[in-house]
DNA sequence: CACTCTCGCTTGGTTTTTCAAAGTCAGCTT
DNA sequence: AAGCTGACTTTGAAAAACCAAGCGAGAGTG
């Protein structure tokens, strides 16, 4: 891992390539926005935690805001950006991948469904007039 | 992290979460094959390697073959998989968050174009009938 | 047959990261 | 004051990653 990196994959797990750091990012979309929300439902260790919402702040995918509950002291609490709210693709992805190869011995695991329909959804690239494209359809290009 | 997660982007991770990981998968897209290739474009130390060439093979995201040049031994090299070849998205997913929240100071990064038109390529949701939708339109089931 | 070379690992020792538990601190209630 | 509570910090030990060196199988060379 040098400093910066010129791919663009490489440069995401600078941010999101850290144990847990996906894992909060998904607690976020759940509606986890405070320390001990993330820290119960994931149980990761305490420092970790500070570390990694600290590093997702600094990334621009959480942002930290203040709040205060009655009789309470003013407090942090952690929400998606707009950068992070578009991470729902990068764990949509993940998860139907998982969902594709590595299904779950019981229950459904994780799945992204149409809203209107509640059908399965699934992931995929899609050109810049807005149709979907399959994998050969795609080329990449890397850096220099 | 328990033994085996219910969500899908839990079990993901127990897969392709750990450090190198994507980056492995990465140079198998970009032609890498070989212990060696691997080992000198990405320059990760060789036991960490050995290692993540193992999970992956036993993820099925890699199929181990044996190959042999002339004058030289048998050996072994590593090839996407069918399973592996669906991960495209997930670096594509990647790829494109980062550039659109992350720019690198010059260059283009690592990008995904339609081949025909050689326009740079979105991934997003696509419902079961082949319509793009947005995120808005997309609803999380999740497990238990 | 000895000798050397290369590639794909292994091994050994050091550094870094993670973990679990305990400690700290601000400000609120009693 | 004294105690509580949530969000960190610190501490010390375990796990993982890193680096350099070593190993071994088979092929070629002398």
Redesign the pocket.
Known sequence: ?TAVATCSIARSLEVLG???TLLVVREAFWGST????F?SSL?????????R?ATLVDAGVLE?RSY?E?????????HLTESGRELRVVLGALASWTNDHHPAGFGAGTVYRDRETHEPVRVGFISATGVPLDAESVEVTRPQ
Chains 1, 2 share one sequence.
């Not at 405070?34 to 929300?37: I, N, P």
């Open positions: 891992m850290e144990k847990w405070r320390f001990s929300e820290q149980g990761v260790s305490t420092d970790i935690l500070t570390a919402l930290r205060r009655e009789g309470a002291r003013e407090r942090s609490s952690y």
